[in-house]
Structures are given as C-alpha cells and as structure tokens.
C-alpha cells in the first residue's frame, strides 16, 4: 500500500469546515483512499474512501486532485465531537484474504475550538 | 448502522492466566479481524477469520489464538498472558472482498483496554 503523508495537529473553529488534507504521491491506478479517525478511548471509525471521483456521505466529503496525488477530507460544519485523530490510508483493492489488514499511519489531531 | 461489540472496556487479568475476548457483530459479516493497538507502533492484526470455523494468522499471532464457531461472534484468546500483552485490543468485521463488493470498509469495536499485572 502507498504511504501517506498528514499534517500532525490542526485546529478548526466549530461551526466552520474542517479541512484535512493528505498526500500520497505514490499512489497506484487502482488503489482507494481512505479515511477513518479515532477518538479519543474508542475504536477507529470509518468515515468514507474513494478511487477518482469526489465522495459524499452523510458525515464528509472527500476531494481527491486529478492526478490522484493527493486528497482532502472536509468535514462541512465542525463541532467539538468531531475532535478525534483522522488518518487516511491508500489501499489496493482487497483481491486476497493476505490483504485485509488496516495500517494506519500517525495521523492528524483535529480539535475543534469552542 | 453497523455495530461491533466488544464484551468488556477494561480489563486487569494476572500473567499466567487464560483471558478470553469477546467480539459480536450484527451486520451479518463474514469477514472479522483482531488487532491491537499500542503508542508508537499503530495498529497491527493479530487474526483474521473470514468464515465460519476459518482463521488466518495476521502480523502478530504469537501468544495469541481464535475461535469463530458462529458467523456473528470473533474469540481471541491469549493463552498465557504476559505483560508485553498489555494493549488495547481492537475487533472489526467488514463484508467480504471479491468482484462484487470489493473495498468494503472494516468496521471498529470499541476495544478493549487490557492490563496484565
């Protein structure tokens, strides 16, 4: 899996868009992005992945550049429960059961300020 | 929502003993992992089942064994437990991989913070 590369520590004021960004200039053609995060005393949750084109669920949206060299997370509206550690992962398509595990880099400490 | 439930938050077990953890998850999963987590050294899979009564050792199973006899529920067992085994201990279930629903994401417990004295 490609290596990524994430700011350590941001802040964003609640109520605004919490942009996080992630490189992973050596991405493959057919490897996802993913991101989860984690907060803090609980297990990872998953947030959303994609391959090319810009995703959006219910919780973020996710922008990945043309070249697939790098992506962003936004979070729309920001509250205090949203302060966790985001990590985003590249992976290939799981093809065999050798490649399931997740790896989780160190991640970015977002805290949302009041 | 999907829900992956581990049987206990905390835990203090002696070294030497037997200690069971218990995974349930209700998404009718076939795929379901162990891992731990520890500061500095990220998440590292132990094992993983991806059916009923199968099993695949992961990065770390030393010191450590499975049980999967119902598709719902996921055993890890450390047989003799040492200090070094002292984490937290992560369940996650996803959907299977495959041409149809590949990239299916895992989905997280709670865990289990275990403390071996």
């Known amino acids: 899996d490609a290596k990524t590369t994430q700011p350590p520590s941001m802040d964003c004021a609640e109520g605004r868009a919490a942009n996080l960004p992630c490189n992973h200039s050596?991405?493959?053609?057919?490897?996802?992005v993913y991101w989860y995060r984690q907060i803090h005393s609980q297990g990872p949750q998953y947030i959303i992945h994609g391959l090319k084109n810009n995703e959006t669920n219910e919780m973020a949206s996710l922008i990945i550049t043309e070249d697939r060299k790098s992506s962003t997370l936004i979070l729309p509206h920001a509250t205090l429960r949203d302060t966790a550690v985001y990590y985003c992962?590249?992976?290939?398509?799981?093809?065999?059961?050798?490649?399931?595990?997740?790896?989780f880099g160190t991640g970015t400490r977002l805290t949302i300020i009041p | 929502d999907v829900k992956v439930t581990q049987s206990s938050r905390y835990l203090v077990k002696r070294t030497g003993e037997k200690v069971f953890l218990e995974c349930v998850q209700d998404?009718?999963?076939?795929?379901m992992f162990w891992y731990r987590q520890d500061p500095g050294l990220g998440l590292r899979l132990i094992y993983f089942s991806y059916d009923v009564k199968m099993k695949e050792k992961g990065d770390i199973p030393e010191g450590y064994s499975v049980s999967r006899e119902k598709k719902e529920r996921f055993s890890l067992i450390l047989e003799s437990a040492s200090t070094n085994q002292t984490s937290m201990y992560l369940c996650?279930?996803?959907?299977?991989?495959?041409?149809?629903?590949?990239?299916?994401?895992?989905?997280f417990g709670d865990g289990t913070r275990l403390s071996i004295l």
């Open positions: 996650a279930s996803s959907l299977p991989t495959g041409s149809n629903s590949r990239n299916q994401p895992q989905h």
């Open positions: 050596t991405i493959s053609g057919n490897e996802y």
């Open positions: 998404m009718d999963h076939e795929n």
């Open positions: 992962i590249v992976r290939y398509p799981l093809t065999n059961f050798g490649n399931e595990k997740l790896t």
